[in-house]
């Protein structure tokens, strides 16, 4: 009769531990899904970048040519270019992605207040370059912010939020921004231009 309740008794407590296991591995399971898609958006989002951003040294070239009040702005996109190519980590490289988008709309912006840079065969074969892929871009920069809008939400909901870093997952992911930074800075463009 003893040894009959320890059968038992092991029997509970491994099905017990195997369903600890299941709800674990299923917990895993939906993050490394939500996290791999994350992935494959960012990949296929940085090589369009990386054609977008081959022009970048270029269009500074161009635009330092005609101007020099602009140098902070120059400047801070060769930092920010030559940042993307050196860090690592994917929200690193959004962060600087994000940051030189910015940075982008000003010389597109310049291009308007200079007109001379305009008339510059390399700064117009270089912002041909980076207008072309702009649409591929902009829909990468759509998916992987929908992609990367999930993953944030899955791991701040019970039991992923607890069990995420235990996996060795981030807590959050960085989302695109700056677009609509670029259209205030056209917007104060178009004032001073017209007053």
Known sequence: MRNVKIVIFLIVLLLAVLLV????????????????????????????????????????????????????????????????????????????????????????????????????????RALAGVYRNEKACRDLRELYNKSVRLYNLRVSTFPESFFGPLFGFDAQKTLFEGISEIKKMRQKIKVKTMG
């Open 21 to 124: 296991a299941y709800f674990l591995s299923s917990v895993h399971d939906k993050i490394a899904k939500v996290n791999d898609e994350v992935n494959l958006c960012w990949s296929q989002l940085q090589s369009e970048l990386m054609r977008r951003y081959v022009n970048i040294p270029l269009m500074t070239t161009a635009i330092r040519s005609y101007t020099k009040t602009e140098e902070k702005t120059l400047s801070s996109l060769e930092r920010a270019y030559a940042n993307f190519y050196r860090k690592g980590g994917i929200n690193d490289k959004v962060k600087t992605a994000n940051e030189i988008e910015v940075l982008l709309g000003k010389i597109f912006l310049l291009s308007e207040v200079y007109p001379g840079v305009n008339s510059d065969r390399g700064f117009t």
